[in-house]
């Protein structure tokens, strides 16, 4: 990988692994979907980190409260949420869900810097693609 550091490389490659789990978000049942729910509900808090350090401030209460809340509300809400309106090969197994999942993940990558992002967003589409 071009111009990326160890960290980076590192990065990209446990992100698009992750994508080639994506499209299982879908599936109401069976290991894959509970493994990338407890995982997104760890990651997701974290690259939002340094947001809500911003907004909250880094006192240790904060930081149990947005971490613990993060994790509960990922993996219980949003994962009944996706369980309820999704349908099992349904439209997260679908050439546009893997737009949106690169796109998602360029957004949340585009602080470490456009090259990072655009190789975490290739990364994913490349994981979701190869899944699908």
Same mark, same amino acid.
């Given at each position: 990988?071009?111009?990326?550091?160890?960290?980076?490389?590192?990065?990209?490659?446990?992100?698009?692994?992750?994508?080639?789990?994506?499209?299982?978000?879908?599936?109401?049942? &069976?290991?894959?979907?509970?493994?990338? @729910?407890?995982? $997104?509900?760890?990651?997701?808090?974290?690259? %939002? +980190?340094?947001?809500?350090?911003?907004?909250?401030?880094?006192?240790?209460?904060?930081?149990?409260?947005?971490?613990?809340?993060?994790?509960?509300?990922?993996?219980?809400?949003?994962?009944?949420?996706?369980?309820?309106?999704?349908?099992?090969? &349904?439209?997260?197994?679908?050439?546009? @869900?893997?737009? $949106?999942?690169?796109?998602?993940?360029?957004? %949340? +990558?585009?602080?470490?810097?456009?090259?990072?992002?655009?190789?975490?967003?290739?990364?994913?589409?490349?994981?979701?693609?190869?899944?699908?």
């Amino acid at each position: 990988m071009s111009g990326l550091t160890p960290l980076q490389a590192g990065a990209v490659f446990v992100v698009g692994s992750v994508g080639g789990l994506l499209p299982d978000l879908d599936s109401d049942t &069976g290991k894959p979907l509970a493994f990338l @729910f407890h995982l $997104v509900s760890v990651l997701i808090p974290s690259l %939002l +980190f340094a947001r809500a350090v911003q907004i909250g401030g880094d006192s240790p209460e904060f930081l149990v409260c947005y971490f613990a809340g993060s994790y509960l509300f990922i993996n219980y809400v949003v994962c009944a949420i996706v369980k309820k309106v999704t349908v099992h090969r &349904g439209m997260m197994h679908s050439i546009p @869900f893997v737009f $949106v999942c690169a796109g998602v993940a360029y957004i %949340l +990558f585009k602080p470490s810097g456009t090259q990072v992002a655009a190789m975490v967003g290739l990364a994913v589409s490349l994981g979701c693609l190869v899944h699908l």
